[in-house]
């Protein structure tokens, strides 16, 4: 099969393609998995965290890619779920301990780190997570929701709002026009305004409905609730604890940060970031649930990503142009041939 790899841990400034294509054996699904022709593989920023050592995988060569949908072809003999050419997609979310906490267990494993990903035109899983995905989408629709729209989703019932409270979102990109659509269907009187760097993404936010779209430092018509933020830079955290009113709630979407800005949080102040009892959460990891609750939504509100295909031999060109910022929706691999 066919299949981008990586090898060697190091910054894409440097190394502008980091993955090679090769071809690889078919993987042999194991009697509590299934095999899965892949078609579609979303490109996400946690690829960059794994290319560049912040979430660096335990053993090389990988496979990377976490947002992959695709047909079974193979079940495993213990296998119960998904019927032969039944349509799934695969998360981040590889294996764990199966509890309601495994999100954060010692046995969490991640799709494309941990494991072989999506990057590949096979990939074999575990059955338990793996997920029907609704007819409503196609596959290029529906790669990103299994990471992007799936981790958005926890992100947003981590903040607590309420309906016609107003949301913040800082950084706009694959996960943040997810959320904001989803946002206006569960929380249909709450305001959303978005906080991002360039022109193109406040644009988008305001094709998709924001109330109000600017700068990151920008300061919002009123303050929100809470907020959202999900860059791999540290000015955001202060701008959005600075915007946040009164018992707000900033919560940060990104399994890392970057250091190149990690200096500005010297300059967090007490009274203007802190006080009046703000609070501060990080999302970790998805769960099963999270993804399966989540599709079952987006396909009861037929929630439409914006998606720009590559080639599978394009990946590093996508990963690149990911790494640059200004983007409109999401990033997809087409993988099968």
């Not at 999100?103 to 997920?131: H, K, M, Q, V, W």
């Not at 607590?160 to 946002?183: A, K, P, R």
């Not at 988008?204 to 609730?225: I, K, N, V």
Request: some cysteine; hydrophobic content about 40%; proline content about 7%.
């Amino acid at each position: 099969m066919r299949a981008m790899i990586l090898e060697e841990i190091g910054s894409i400034d440097h190394r502008p393609d980091p993955l090679r294509l090769v071809d690889l054996a078919r993987p042999v699904p194991k009697a509590d998995e299934i095999l899965v022709r892949v078609s579609v593989c979303g490109v996400c920023h946690t690829e960059l965290d794994e290319i560049e050592g912040r979430t660096p995988p335990p053993a090389l060569p990988i496979v990377p890619g976490h947002e992959a949908v695709g047909i079974v072809v193979e079940r495993g003999a213990d296998v119960t779920k998904h019927e032969l050419n039944s349509r799934v997609g695969i998360g981040w979310i590889n294996s764990s301990s199966g509890r309601d906490d495994e999100n954060l267990s010692p046995e969490f494993r991640a799709t494309g780190r941990d494991a072989d990903g999506g990057y590949a035109e096979y990939l074999s899983i575990n059955e338990n997570y793996a997920y029907p995905i609704p007819e409503c989408f196609s596959d290029a629709e529906a790669a990103p929701l299994l990471c992007a729209g799936s981790v958005g989703f926890r992100a947003l019932r981590l903040t607590g709002l309420e309906n016609g409270q107003i949301l913040g979102l800082t950084g706009f990109g694959g996960s943040g026009h997810i959320v904001l659509q989803l946002t206006r269907f569960l929380f249909p009187q709450s305001s959303v305004f978005v906080f991002a760097r360039s022109k193109t993404e406040r644009e988008f936010a305001l094709d998709l409905g924001a109330e109000w779209a600017g700068a990151t430092e920008d300061l919002p018509p009123d303050l929100p609730h809470a907020i959202i933020d999900t860059t791999p830079a540290w000015l955001p955290v202060l701008a959005a604890l600075k915007n946040l009113r009164a018992g707000g709630r900033l919560v940060i979407n990104a399994i890392r940060k970057e250091d190149h800005d990690k200096s500005l949080m010297c300059d967090i102040d007490y009274p203007t970031h802190l006080w009046q009892e703000k609070e501060l959460k990080t999302v970790a990891n998805v769960t099963a649930t999270d993804i399966s609750e989540f599709l079952e939504i987006a396909g009861q509100m037929e929630l439409r990503p914006e998606v720009e295909l590559y080639p599978l031999e394009r990946a590093n060109d996508a990963l690149r142009e990911l790494r640059s910022g200004h983007l409109r929706g999401a990033k997809v691999l087409r993988v099968a041939s």
